[in-house]
Protein backbone atom coordinates (compact mmCIF):
# COMPACT_ATOMS: atom_id res chain seq x y z
CA UNK A 1 0.00 0.00 0.00
CA UNK A 2 1.42 3.08 -1.21
CA UNK A 3 0.92 6.43 1.04
CA UNK A 4 -0.06 9.53 -0.54
CA UNK A 5 1.44 12.69 -0.01
CA UNK A 6 0.79 16.63 -0.19
CA UNK A 7 3.09 19.01 -1.51
CA UNK A 8 3.35 21.26 0.97
CA UNK A 9 3.92 24.57 -0.03
CA UNK A 10 1.87 27.06 1.42
CA UNK A 11 3.29 29.21 4.18
CA UNK A 12 1.42 28.75 7.96
CA UNK A 13 3.61 31.25 9.12
CA UNK A 14 6.76 31.14 11.11
CA UNK A 15 7.96 29.29 14.10
CA UNK A 16 11.40 29.36 16.08
CA UNK A 17 14.48 26.69 14.16
CA UNK A 18 14.29 23.97 16.53
CA UNK A 19 18.20 23.12 15.76
CA UNK A 20 19.65 26.26 16.47
CA UNK A 21 16.80 27.09 19.15
CA UNK A 22 16.40 30.51 17.08
CA UNK A 23 20.47 31.87 17.32
CA UNK A 24 21.10 31.15 13.59
CA UNK A 25 24.26 29.46 14.79
CA UNK A 26 25.11 25.36 14.96
CA UNK A 27 28.10 25.81 16.91
CA UNK A 28 30.31 28.07 14.82
CA UNK A 29 28.85 27.22 12.14
CA UNK A 30 25.52 29.11 10.33
CA UNK A 31 22.81 26.97 10.95
CA UNK A 32 21.90 25.12 7.50
CA UNK A 33 18.51 24.53 8.38
CA UNK A 34 17.28 28.25 8.88
CA UNK A 35 20.64 29.77 6.78
CA UNK A 36 20.80 32.12 9.73
CA UNK A 37 17.59 33.42 10.44
CA UNK A 38 16.86 31.31 13.30
CA UNK A 39 13.36 31.17 12.19
CA UNK A 40 11.56 28.68 10.09
CA UNK A 41 8.26 28.58 7.72
CA UNK A 42 5.40 26.48 8.89
CA UNK A 43 3.59 24.08 6.26
CA UNK A 44 0.38 21.60 6.57
CA UNK A 45 1.94 18.66 8.38
CA UNK A 46 2.55 15.91 4.99
CA UNK A 47 1.23 13.08 7.32
CA UNK A 48 -2.05 14.47 8.30
CA UNK A 49 -2.44 17.00 5.20
CA UNK A 50 -2.88 19.59 7.77
CA UNK A 51 -6.49 18.18 9.21
CA UNK A 52 -4.36 17.43 12.46
CA UNK A 53 -6.30 13.73 12.47
CA UNK A 54 -4.16 11.01 11.65
CA UNK A 55 -5.53 7.65 9.24
CA UNK A 56 -6.69 6.12 12.15
CA UNK A 57 -8.33 9.22 13.20
CA UNK A 58 -6.57 9.25 16.04
CA UNK A 59 -4.18 12.77 16.88
CA UNK A 60 -1.46 12.72 14.02
CA UNK A 61 1.59 11.79 15.99
CA UNK A 62 3.99 13.79 13.63
CA UNK A 63 2.36 17.41 14.28
CA UNK A 64 0.35 16.16 17.52
CA UNK A 65 -2.69 17.38 16.26
CA UNK A 66 -0.98 20.97 15.71
CA UNK A 67 -1.57 20.56 11.80
CA UNK A 68 1.73 22.01 10.76
CA UNK A 69 5.01 21.55 11.09
CA UNK A 70 8.55 23.25 9.74
CA UNK A 71 9.07 23.44 5.86
CA UNK A 72 12.44 21.36 7.22
CA UNK A 73 10.86 18.98 8.48
CA UNK A 74 7.94 18.42 6.22
CA UNK A 75 10.70 17.77 3.11
CA UNK A 76 12.30 15.33 5.87
CA UNK A 77 9.02 13.62 6.35
CA UNK A 78 8.41 13.65 2.37
CA UNK A 79 11.99 12.28 2.09
CA UNK A 80 11.21 9.33 4.67
CA UNK A 81 8.02 8.49 3.13
CA UNK A 82 9.23 7.78 -0.36
CA UNK A 83 11.78 6.02 1.23
CA UNK A 84 9.38 4.01 3.43
CA UNK A 85 7.30 3.59 0.15
CA UNK A 86 10.41 2.25 -1.75
CA UNK A 87 10.40 -0.56 0.95
CA UNK A 88 6.50 -1.58 0.57
CA UNK A 89 7.31 -2.21 -2.69
CA UNK A 90 10.35 -3.53 -2.69
CA UNK A 91 11.34 -4.98 0.73
CA UNK A 92 14.35 -6.82 -0.87
CA UNK A 93 16.22 -3.60 -1.03
CA UNK A 94 16.33 -2.57 2.32
CA UNK A 95 18.12 -6.68 3.76
CA UNK A 96 20.68 -6.21 0.62
CA UNK A 97 21.82 -2.70 1.65
CA UNK A 98 22.39 -3.61 5.39
CA UNK A 99 24.41 -6.86 3.94
CA UNK A 100 26.82 -4.40 2.21
CA UNK A 101 26.94 -2.37 4.93
CA UNK A 102 27.49 -5.20 7.09
CA UNK A 103 30.31 -6.44 4.60
CA UNK A 104 31.91 -3.06 4.87
CA UNK A 105 31.57 -2.55 8.94
CA UNK A 106 33.70 -6.26 9.27
CA UNK A 107 36.07 -4.99 6.84
CA UNK A 108 36.96 -1.96 8.41
CA UNK A 109 35.75 -2.18 12.51
CA UNK A 110 39.17 -4.05 13.10
CA UNK A 111 41.55 -1.69 11.64
CA UNK A 112 39.81 1.41 12.94
CA UNK A 113 40.06 -0.78 16.66
CA UNK A 114 43.33 -1.51 16.48
CA UNK A 115 44.85 1.92 15.77
CA UNK A 116 42.78 3.60 18.46
CA UNK A 117 44.56 1.01 20.61
CA UNK A 118 47.83 2.42 20.00
CA UNK A 119 46.46 6.16 20.49
CA UNK A 120 43.33 7.76 20.41
CA UNK A 121 45.08 10.41 18.54
CA UNK A 122 44.17 8.29 15.42
CA UNK A 123 40.49 9.74 15.65
CA UNK A 124 41.86 13.02 14.85
CA UNK A 125 44.35 12.32 12.30
CA UNK A 126 42.45 11.91 8.55
CA UNK A 127 45.66 10.72 7.52
CA UNK A 128 45.86 7.87 9.86
CA UNK A 129 41.99 7.10 10.33
CA UNK A 130 41.45 7.17 6.49
CA UNK A 131 39.84 5.19 4.67
CA UNK A 132 38.65 2.69 7.14
CA UNK A 133 37.27 5.19 9.73
CA UNK A 134 35.87 7.12 6.35
CA UNK A 135 34.25 3.52 5.24
CA UNK A 136 32.71 2.42 8.69
CA UNK A 137 31.32 5.60 9.71
CA UNK A 138 29.19 5.78 6.37
CA UNK A 139 28.29 2.32 6.40
CA UNK A 140 27.24 2.69 10.17
CA UNK A 141 25.28 6.01 8.91
CA UNK A 142 23.57 4.50 6.15
CA UNK A 143 22.26 2.31 8.47
CA UNK A 144 20.80 4.98 10.55
CA UNK A 145 19.44 6.21 8.19
CA UNK A 146 17.55 3.71 6.76
CA UNK A 147 16.61 2.72 10.44
CA UNK A 148 15.32 6.40 10.63
CA UNK A 149 13.62 6.69 7.44
CA UNK A 150 11.51 3.46 8.21
CA UNK A 151 10.73 5.41 11.62
CA UNK A 152 9.59 8.98 10.63
CA UNK A 153 7.95 6.95 7.27
CA UNK A 154 6.04 5.16 8.87
CA UNK A 155 4.82 6.91 11.94
CA UNK A 156 1.19 7.32 11.53
CA UNK A 157 0.54 3.79 9.14
CA UNK A 158 -1.47 1.02 11.35
CA UNK A 159 0.98 -1.44 9.40
CA UNK A 160 3.91 0.32 10.05
CA UNK A 161 5.07 -1.55 13.04
CA UNK A 162 6.93 -4.66 11.31
CA UNK A 163 8.80 -1.81 9.44
CA UNK A 164 10.28 -0.07 12.45
CA UNK A 165 11.02 -3.27 14.05
CA UNK A 166 13.16 -4.82 10.83
CA UNK A 167 14.67 -1.05 10.46
CA UNK A 168 15.70 -1.05 14.27
CA UNK A 169 16.57 -5.01 14.31
CA UNK A 170 19.05 -4.10 11.43
CA UNK A 171 20.90 -1.33 12.59
CA UNK A 172 21.21 -2.83 15.75
CA UNK A 173 22.82 -5.62 13.90
CA UNK A 174 25.17 -3.37 12.33
CA UNK A 175 26.21 -2.22 15.63
CA UNK A 176 26.60 -5.31 17.18
CA UNK A 177 28.96 -6.50 13.74
CA UNK A 178 31.42 -3.02 14.79
CA UNK A 179 31.76 -4.79 18.51
CA UNK A 180 32.59 -7.97 17.14
CA UNK A 181 34.36 -7.46 14.39
CA UNK A 182 36.53 -5.10 16.64
CA UNK A 183 37.08 -5.13 20.70
CA UNK A 184 35.67 -8.23 20.99
CA UNK A 185 37.45 -10.34 18.40
CA UNK A 186 40.81 -7.91 17.85
CA UNK A 187 43.49 -8.11 20.60
CA UNK A 188 44.80 -4.33 19.57
CA UNK A 189 48.08 -5.56 17.99
CA UNK A 190 47.21 -5.90 14.14
CA UNK A 191 47.87 -2.56 13.15
CA UNK A 192 51.16 -2.59 15.27
CA UNK A 193 52.15 -5.80 13.65
CA UNK A 194 51.44 -4.65 9.96
CA UNK A 195 53.70 -1.48 11.28
CA UNK A 196 56.62 -3.73 12.47
CA UNK A 197 56.72 -6.14 9.46
CA UNK A 198 56.72 -3.36 7.14
CA UNK A 199 59.73 -1.44 9.06
CA UNK A 200 61.61 -4.54 9.50
CA UNK A 201 61.48 -5.50 6.02
CA UNK A 202 61.85 -1.70 4.39
CA UNK A 203 64.48 -0.11 6.41
CA UNK A 204 66.05 -3.05 8.80
CA UNK A 205 66.37 -5.86 6.62
CA UNK A 206 66.24 -4.40 3.06
CA UNK A 207 70.25 -4.51 2.92
CA UNK A 208 70.25 -8.63 3.08
CA UNK A 209 68.08 -11.30 1.30
CA UNK A 210 66.07 -12.53 4.48
CA UNK A 211 62.56 -10.88 4.85
CA UNK A 212 60.12 -10.89 7.97
CA UNK A 213 57.01 -12.88 6.75
CA UNK A 214 55.07 -12.15 9.74
CA UNK A 215 54.71 -10.46 13.41
CA UNK A 216 53.03 -11.56 16.00
CA UNK A 217 52.33 -9.37 19.36
CA UNK A 218 51.73 -10.75 22.30
CA UNK A 219 51.66 -8.49 24.97
CA UNK A 220 52.40 -4.86 25.99
CA UNK A 221 53.79 -1.82 28.21
CA UNK A 222 52.55 1.70 27.36
CA UNK A 223 53.47 2.10 24.47
CA UNK A 224 56.52 -0.72 23.93
CA UNK A 225 55.04 -3.91 22.11
CA UNK A 226 56.66 -7.68 22.43
CA UNK A 227 56.18 -10.54 20.26
CA UNK A 228 58.56 -12.65 17.66
CA UNK A 229 59.24 -12.05 14.04
CA UNK A 230 59.00 -15.09 11.71
CA UNK A 231 61.81 -14.69 8.72
CA UNK A 232 61.86 -16.14 5.63
CA UNK A 233 65.00 -18.06 6.54
CA UNK A 234 62.62 -20.63 9.18
CA UNK A 235 64.15 -18.14 12.36
CA UNK A 236 62.31 -16.52 14.69
CA UNK A 237 63.34 -13.68 16.43
CA UNK A 238 62.04 -11.49 19.60
CA UNK A 239 60.88 -8.31 18.61
CA UNK A 240 60.29 -4.80 20.33
CA UNK A 241 58.18 -2.48 18.42
CA UNK A 242 58.01 1.24 20.59
CA UNK A 243 55.44 3.73 19.69
CA UNK A 244 56.51 7.29 21.06
CA UNK A 245 54.60 10.21 20.50
CA UNK A 246 55.66 13.80 20.77
CA UNK A 247 52.75 14.98 22.57
CA UNK A 248 49.11 16.71 22.13
CA UNK A 249 50.40 20.13 21.70
CA UNK A 250 51.12 19.74 17.83
CA UNK A 251 47.83 17.53 16.92
CA UNK A 252 46.44 19.87 14.32
CA UNK A 253 49.88 21.45 13.14
CA UNK A 254 51.00 18.25 12.50
CA UNK A 255 49.82 14.57 11.50
CA UNK A 256 50.54 11.62 13.41
CA UNK A 257 53.17 10.67 10.94
CA UNK A 258 55.28 13.76 11.51
CA UNK A 259 54.67 14.07 15.57
CA UNK A 260 55.36 10.19 16.14
CA UNK A 261 58.60 7.62 15.21
CA UNK A 262 58.42 3.99 15.71
CA UNK A 263 61.30 2.38 16.82
CA UNK A 264 61.86 -1.69 16.08
CA UNK A 265 64.79 -3.92 17.67
CA UNK A 266 65.19 -7.03 16.52
CA UNK A 267 67.43 -9.34 18.85
Not at 23 to 50: A, E, I
Not at 68 to 84: G, L, M
Not at 198 to 222: A, G, W
Request: hydrophobic fraction near 35%; aromatic fraction near 10%; glycine fraction near 8%.
Amino acid sequence: MELQHKDSTQSKGTCTCSWCKGSGKRGRRTCPDCNGSGTLYLVDCPDCLGTGVSRDRGVCKTCKGKKAVSSVEADRIHTAREKYDGYLQNPAGVFFKSIACYIAIAFTARSVWDQMCVTLEFLFDAEMIFPSGFILLLALSLLFKQWNNLIKGSTNDADGSKPRTIGTVLFIVGILTAIIAGPVTSDGFGWMESKAKNTLNDKILKPSSVQCLEVELSRKVDYTYFGKAKMSNGESKDIVARFVKTGLFCLIKKSNFERSKMFFHVS
